[in-house]
């Protein structure tokens, strides 16, 4: 299987060349495949709020260990969800990229309904993974949930039949699986630092016959 990987322009060349360096040096049947040329939002598909420390805290964080100043402020830049897939599309017109090869869109702002990563529920095999505020979750190193989060794409797709049936079965309640929705988004860390898969999940895996080097690539 081949993975494309696109960047939004916010994402600069280094960061996205430092996530597919890692990524490639687990070898398997997944090959990831960079275009460098960024994806340009045009400003009308850029919405800005301020958000003080309390509503981050609600919203996009919190790590207990981390107190924020209350007061302070910070812009927030987001963008919709069917603008990035919009622009996945752009990119599979413009780089001839098979129906069948997903393309994963690496972008810096937040989303819509600010998730970790999303998939085009029309069924088109168009992702996005957010790159940024990572440093909130306590992983100082943005490359390393942003690559697990490419890496269980693969995988997820092997065993379901789809984006939407795959997240119809998210697990609601964290149980340090791949697959755990993580609504409260501090249950990523759980979820990122197991590292690992829930037996209902093995048993999935095992079901459908899924490739073990894809999971050996997956959990390595
Ligand atoms: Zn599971």
Redesign the pocket.
């Known amino acids: 299987m081949k993975i494309h990987l696109i960047r939004s322009s916010e994402v600069e060349p280094h960061q996205f060349t430092a996530i597919y360096d890692l990524i490639r040096q687990y070898p398997g049947p997944v090959q990831y495949i960079i275009h460098e040329n960024p994806v340009e939002y045009s400003i009308d598909e850029l919405e800005v709020e301020i958000w003080e420390e309390e509503r981050i805290g609600r919203e996009i964080m919190l790590s207990d260990e981390i107190m924020f100043s209350l007061c302070e402020e910070h812009s927030i830049t987001y963008v919709g969800w069917d603008s990035i897939f919009d622009h996945c599309n752009e990119s599979r017109r413009k780089y001839r990229i098979p129906d069948k090869e997903p393309v994963v869109l690496l972008t810096d702002h937040a989303n819509e309904y600010n998730w970790f990563s999303g998939s085009d529920q029309s069924g088109k095999l168009n992702m996005f993974v957010h790159t940024g505020m990572w440093d909130r979750f306590t992983f100082p190193d943005f490359r390393y949930p942003v690559v697990y989060l490419l890496a269980a794409i693969p995988l997820r797709l092997s065993m379901y039949d789809s984006f939407s049936e795959s997240v119809k079965n998210y ?1 609601q309640e964290p ?1 340090g ?4 929705y993580c609504q409260d988004k501090k249950d990523i860390q759980l979820k990122l630092r197991t590292g690992d ?6 048993k999935r895996i095992h079901d459908r016959n899924v490739d073990n080097h894809l999971v050996a690539q997956v959990f390595f």
């Open positions: 697990h149980r699986c791949m697959n755990d898969i829930c037996p209902e999940c093995r």
